[in-house]
C-alpha cells in the first residue's frame, strides 16, 4: 500500500485541507518571522510542507529542506524523524524513490534509538514501497515481511493489513496472481471492519491491476471504477492518477484510443500538479503505445524515449524495461531490423537481471520464513493454552492432596522445590552455553550466505553482460549486418567490457578471501613509485579514453606494507579516477611525507561527488555505485576493497570532492624504518 496510505502526518482529508489551508498557511508564515522554540519550529516547517504540496510544490520542497538542516543541528530523534518522513514523502510524490530511500533509512535508525516498534514497522513498510517503485521486488518482499512481523509482534492490525496488502502487491509484479489476490482480498476485509475507506479503494485499485493482468477487462474496468470512485470522494490525491492509468490501459487493449487517451490525459495533469516525475514517465510511455497503434511513429518515437530518459534518471528498472520492448517493438513496425534487435537486447538483459534466479530464490526464502513465523505465532498460542490447562489441573491436585496430608506434602513440596532448583540451574546453564554456540554458528552462517549472495549477484548481472555483447557481435555478423569498417568499432566495444570483467573478476575474488579470512598480508619494503609507474603504463593500454596519467611521486618513496593489496588499491583508485573523467582530463598520482607515514592522494578532475554520496561511498553494507562518464559500469567493490585492504596494512583512507570539480582519494601507509 502506498505510503500516504499510512502516514499519518499526511493523510488527512485533502477537502478540509484545502478549505483551511490559506488561513492556516498565513498563520504558521506569521509565526515563523517570530521568535519560537526550535523544536515547535521544525514541527511548523513540516505543516506548511504538508499544506503546500498540492498548492505549490517548490514551497512545499524548500519548508521541509529547511526542517530536515534544523532537526539535523538539534539532534533530537522526535524532530529528526519528523523531518525525514516529511522529505521522504515528498521524493515519493515526485516518483524519485532512490532518494526516498535513503531518508526513509534516516527515520528507520532513528526510530530503532526510539525503541518505538510501531513507527520501525511504519519504516520498513516505507522503505519497501521504495524498493517496489524501483523493481527491486526482492528487497521490497524482505523490507514488507519485517514491517508485518514487527506488526504482528506489537498487535498493530493496521499495520499488519498495510503489510499483507503490499505482500499482494509484490505477488502481482512476478505474476503470482492468485496469491496477490489471496493477500489483496483479506486486506480489503481487514479494511472494511476496521471502516478504512481509504484502503479498501487502495484494494480496489490493485485488484483491478490483477483483473487486467488476467486480460478479464470487463471485470478490471468494474473494479477499477469502483476505486476512482472511492478516491475522488476521499481526496485521496497520490492514488487518483495510477487509477486512470490502469483505465487507459484497459481501453488501449479493447481498441478504445479516445477512452484511452482521455485518462492519460487525466493522468499526466494530476501527476504533473505534484511534480511526480515517475508518474508523467509512465504515462508518457502510454501514449507512445498509443502512438504506436495509431501508426504515428515519430510522435510514438519521442514519448517513448522521453519516458526512457526519466526511467534511466531516476533508476526506475521496471520502467526501462517496458520502454525498451516498445522500442524494439517500434522500430520492427518501421522496418529497421537492426535497432529493433539492439533494444530488445537491452530489454532482455535487464529483464534477465530484474527477475534473476537469485532474486526469485530469496523471496522464495522470505515466503517461507513469513509462512513458518505465522505458523510459529499459531503453535506458541495453542502451546500457552494448553499450559494454562495443565497448569490449573495441577493447581487443584496441589490443593486437594494439601488438605490431606499437610505436614507430609510440605516436606515433599520443599525436597522436590530444592531438587528441582538444582536441575533447573544446571540445565539453565546448558541451555545458555548451547544458545551462545548455536548464535556464533549462525553469525558465521549468515556471513557465509552474504559473502555467497553477493558473489552471485555480481556474476549475475555484470558478467553476463559481455557474454550478451559478443551474442549481439555474432548476430549481426551471421546476418551480414556488419561490414568490415564497422568491426574494429564493435570489437574495442568488446574488448572494453572485457576488460571491465577481467577488473571485476580479480576484485571479486579479493574481496571473497577477504570476507572469509583466507587472504594473508605479508608485509615488506615497497617502492610506491615503481608501482604507480606499472599501473599508469598497464592502465594506459587498455583504457579507451583521451585522458593525461600522472605520476608526481617522488622516486625512493619506499613503504612497508603488502605489495600486492596495496598494488589493488593504487590501481582501483586510478581506475575509478579514469571512471569519471571525462575526456581531455588529467589524473594525478603524488605522495606526501607525513611523520611516520605516506600520504598517497590520486586526483581527477572529472564529474566529482555531493556530500550524501560522499557518506555513503564506503559503506560496505551497501556498496554503491553509478555509471562512469562513458557509460563505464562498476559494483561498488573496488573502493570496499580499497578500505579494507588499506586498513589492514595499518593505513587509513578518505576522499575529498566537489560536485564538477573533481575528487581526491587520500590513503595512508607506513614508512620503511
Sequence with gaps: MKKT?????????????????????????????????????VRALVRLSTLNQYINFNASTRYTDEAVTLAEKLGVPELKVLAFQSKAYLLTSSGDHSNAIHFDNLSLENDIELKDSVKIARDYNN?????????????????????????????????MLVAYHNVGRVFKELGQYQ????????????????????????????????????????????????????????HVNSLEPKVH?????????????????????????????????????????????????????????????????VAKELNARVLEIKCFNQLSL??????????????????????????????????????????????????AYLSQKDQNTTNALKKQEFVRNILVVVVALTVILLITVYRSGRRRRQINMLLLQHQEEMEKRSEELERLNQVKDKFFSIISHDLRSPINALSGLLDLLDKGAVSETELPGHVRELKARFNHTRTLLNNLLDWTLLQMDKLSLQAAKIDIQRIVEENIQLLGS??????????????????????????????????????????????????????????????????????????????????????????EKGTGLGLILCKEFVEKNGGKIWVESEEGKGSTFYFTLPKAS
Excluded at 13 to 22: E, G, N, T, W
Excluded at 247 to 265: C, E, P, S
Design 542 to 631: 587498455v583504457h579507451h579514453k583521451d585522458i593525461e596519467l600522472v605520476n608526481e611521486v617522488p622516486k625512493n618513496t619506499i613503504g612497508f606494507a603488502d605489495s600486492n593489496t596495496i598494488n589493488l588499491v593504487i590501481r582501483n583508485l586510478m581506475t575509478n579516477a579514469l571512471k569519471f573523467t571525462n575526456d581531455g582530463g588529467k589524473v594525478t598520482i603524488k605522495s606526501q611525507e607525513k611523520g611516520t607515514q605516506w600520504v598517497i592522494s590520486v586526483a581527477d578532475n572529472g564529474v566529482g561527488m555531493n556530500t550524501d554520496v560522499l557518506k555513503i561511498l564506503f559503506d560496505k553494507t551497501a556498496p554503491y555505485t553509478t555509471r562512469g562518464t562513458a557509460n
Design 127 to 159: 522503505i519497501g514501497n521504495d524498493y517496489y517503485e524501483l523493481g527491486e521486488y526482492d528487497d521490497s518482499f524482505f523490507y514488507f515481511t519485517q514491517s508485518h512481523r514487527i506488526a504482528t509482534a506489537v498487535k498493530d492490525t493496521f499495520r
Design 5 to 41: 496510505f499510512w502516514i499519518l502526518l499526511f493523510v488527512c482529508s485533502q477537502a478540509a485541507l484545502h478549505a483551511q489551508a490559506p488561513h492556516e498557511i498565513d498563520s504558521l508564515q506569521k509565526a515563523l518571522k517570530g521568535s519560537l522554540p526550535d523544536s515547535t519550529r
Design 179 to 234: 496469491r496477490a489476490l489471496d493477500h489483496l482480498n483479506l486486506a480489503k476485509k481487514m479494511s472494511e471492519k476496521q471502516k478504512d475507506d481509504e484502503g479498501i479503494a487502495y484494494a480496489y485499485d490493485e485488484i483491478g491491476d490483477v483483473q487486467l493482468r488476467k486480460n478479464e477487462y470487463d471485470s478490471a474496468l468494474a473494479t477499477l471504477n469502483r476505486a476512482l470512485e472511492l478516491t475522488r470522494k476521499l
Design 245 to 309: 492509468s490502469k483505465l487507459a490501459t484497459i481501453y488501449l487493449a479493447k481498441g478504445d484510443f479516445q477512452n484511452a487517451r482521455a485518462h492519460y490525459d487525466s493522468a499526466y495533469t494530476l501527476n504533473a500538479r505534484t511534480k511526480d516525475r515517475f508518474g508523467v514517465a509512465e504515462v508518457e510511455l502510454g501514449r507512445g503505445i498509443v502512438y504506436t497503434k495509431e501508426g504515428d511513429y515519430a510522435q510514438a518515437l519521442s514519448k517513448i524515449e522521453n519516458s526512457l530518459a
Design 330 to 379: 517500434l522500430w520492427e513496425k518501421k522496418g529497421d531490423y537492426k535497432r529493433s534487435l539492439e533494444y530488445y537486447k537491452q530489454f532482455k538483459l535487464l529483464e534477465d537481471t530484474l527477475f534473476s534466479q537469485e532474486m526469485q530464490g530469496k523471496l522464495i526464502r522470505d515466503q517461507m520464513r513469513l509462512e513458518t513465523e505465522s505458523r510459529d505465532s499459531q503453535i
